[in-house]
């Protein structure tokens, strides 16, 4: 297969695990990396992930990529969950809403987390990301939003909140990321949980809607 000429070809052999991986950085690796690098998720950074999607847990790994201390995965479904864990996740909150947010704040002794990664979209989840950062902490968001209107106001500003965030230019991180998907160091591919033909797309969005599968890889 051959990627963007800033990274060159790229020959992943008979190896599937490989290919699935470079796959991975033409989108969906590059979005929750995007998200983790836009909230400036480094060393001893705590990180609240929302999500687990293949976005969400791709920013799990993005964030333990960079460093990131201490990683709380927000998600509700235990095998997506469990993998989150795999790739670097500390600990889950299956709670949502209020109660999510609360569970959070238990986790940080009451602080919430430096970086909050929303890789969902809608607006719950954002006012879930404000109520779990900390003060001074950012908000980073890639989910597309399924709302018009969000909690943005005067507590953000009181807070000294940031929100950031938005859509990825996958092209511009695939020459820091693929020589990691190279040599192993971090493993995308493992979000594919399902393989369909051509013909068997519209079966595997279908999948993916109704949660029967994180992510499909269409082999021709």
């Known amino acids: 297969m051959f990627l963007p000429a800033v990274a060159g070809p ?13 796959l991975t950085l033409s989108d969906v690796f590059c979005t929750g990396h995007h998200c983790a690098v836009k909230a400036g998720v480094g060393p001893r950074t705590s990180v609240t992930v929302i999500g ?6 791709s920013a799990v790994l993005a964030a333990k990529r960079l460093g990131a201390e201490r990683i709380i995965l927000m998600g509700r479904h235990a095998q997506r969950t469990h ?17 999510g947010v609360e569970r959070a704040r ?16 809608t607006r719950q989840a954002l006012e879930t990301a404000f109520g779990v950062v900390r003060d001074g902490g950012v908000v980073s968001r890639v989910g597309v939003p399924h709302y018009t209107e969000g909690p943005v106001g005067f507590d953000m500003v009181m807070r000294n909140l940031t929100l ?22 971090i493993q995308p591919g493992q979000l594919f949980d399902r ?5 068997e797309v519209p079966d595997g969005y279908r999948a993916m809607a109704a949660r029967e599968a994180l992510k499909v890889l269409v082999r021709p």
């Open 106 to 121: 238990e986790l940080t002794g009451g602080d919430g987390t430096h970086a909050v990664l929303e890789c969902v979209g």
């Open 164 to 185: 950031t965030g938005g859509t990825a230019p996958a092209r511009a991180y695939i020459e820091e990321l693929l020589p990691d998907v190279l040599v192993g160091t």
């Open 52 to 57: 687990d999607g293949a976005v969400g847990l």
């Open 10 to 22: 790229v020959d992943p052999g008979t190896d599937p695990a490989l290919l699935s991986s470079v």
């Open 195 to 199: 393989t369909v033909g051509l013909d």
């Open 83 to 99: 993998l989150g864990r795999e790739l670097g996740a500390t600990e889950v909150i299956a709670e949502r809403g209020d109660e």
